[in-house]
């Protein structure tokens, strides 16, 4: 069979292959692999392609019922270091279904008003409406994330954060959200590579940060910090998923599908019309012209 033969895809679905119970530690985890499929980058790309028409199928589905009075929802959460590919899981995985459907969210140093409020304030507010695919670039782990590896709260207080989130996370779900959580991890060596090029060429210079490189110096206190998320708040229904991203391919292919596989989880139909189908049949077909 030929490289690019189609038969060469997911061995083992992504939402078992990449889930943080399967993949072992971050700290051990390769940027540069594939698991659970077996094609390269062609044959990904093809996929993405295909994949992104069942995506944007279920996301009407999912819209149309929200339309009709569903309450339900899917929450996409996005993490990762600097340059790991965030933004561009929204614009290649968001931009394969209508953008009426999204809400996407970006999530930076909180403001003097979000400080004033307690860490899921902002959040709250920023949660997918039901028929909605709501996308969270940098969340309420951040909480956890840089405010832990630099302490910017004492110690007692983000560790009780954890449960915190599990609590919020626990009724989000109750209420009819699906919650998603994707940790991008790209290599030393890449993000490298991808800050070069920031400065390299200057229509990327806005997304160069000076201060990007100082936290690139706490590498090994952010995979602690990211190891505790998984070993603390993954749950069978706030999955946290490991999405190698030094192949940029194959982090889109993977969160696409994994996007699928939580709509496919909701079963859902087409609403059922609210006005007599037959009558309005007639009505048309009684028009002139
Ligand atoms: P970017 O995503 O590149 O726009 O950068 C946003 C910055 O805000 C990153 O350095 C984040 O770590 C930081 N950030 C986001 N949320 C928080 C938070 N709750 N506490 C501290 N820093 C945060
Ligand atoms: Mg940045």
Known sequence: MGKHDAAHGWITPAARSLRVTETGPIAEFDPASTPGFDGDKVRGADLLVERGETLADLQELLYANGRAGDHRSVLLVLQGMDTAGKGGIVRHVGGLVDPQG??????????????????????????????????????????????????????????????????????????????????????????????????DRPDKHWKYNPGDIDERGFWDEYLEAYQA????????????????????????????????????????????ADFDVEAEKRRVAALTE
């Open 229 to 272: 998320i998984f070993d603390r708040c993954d749950d069978d229904q706030a999955p946290w998923f490991l999405i190698p991203a030094d192949r940029k391919w194959f982090a889109r292919l993977a969160v696409c599908e994994l996007l699928i596989s939580a709509l496919e989880g909701l079963e859902l139909d087409w609403p059922k």
């Open 102 to 199: 999204l809400a996407i969210r970006g999530f930076g140093k909180p403001t003097p008003e979000e400080l004033h409020h307690d860490f899921l304030w902002r959040i709250h507010r920023a949660l997918p409406a039901g028929g909605r695919i709501g996308i969270f670039d940098r969340s309420h782990y951040e909480d956890v994330l840089p405010v832990r590896v630099h302490n910017l709260v004492p110690q007692a207080e983000w560790e009780k954060r954890y449960e915190i989130i599990n609590r919020f996370e626990r009724d989000l779900v109750a209420n009819g959200t699906t919650i998603i959580k994707c940790a991008m991890v790209v290599s030393k060596a890449e993000q490298k590579a991808r800050l070069t090029e920031r400065l």
